[in-house]
């Protein structure tokens, strides 16, 4: 059945897309390490986003749910 309202608002989905995407793109990588790699941007930048969502730097992606990815890519839209 498809939902009448999206379970979270994503505010760039495009950004939301590519974060979730480049969490997976590379095995048995972090989660910072596998995004600096697929969004060519600095592994520091992604590590900020991190802490500020209460997230260890050394998270994988499969841990993450729904609303943990677009908190992430709405951090990391900006």
Do not use: H, M
């Not at 600096?36 to 802490?51: G, N, S, W």
């Not at 209460?54 to 890519?73: H, K, M, S, V, Y």
Request: overall charge positive; aromatic content about 6%; charged content about 35%.
């Amino acid at each position: 059945r498809r939902r009448e309202q999206p379970l979270v608002e994503i505010r760039d989905r495009v950004r939301f897309e590519q974060v979730e995407r480049g969490a997976f793109a590379y095995r048995r990588k972090a989660l910072a390490n596998s995004l600096a790699l697929a969004l060519a941007l600095p592994r520091e930048r992604i590590a900020e986003a991190l802490r500020a969502l209460e997230l260890n730097a050394d998270i994988r992606g499969e841990t993450l749910d729904l609303p943990t990815f677009a908190a992430l890519a709405d951090a990391l839209a900006s």
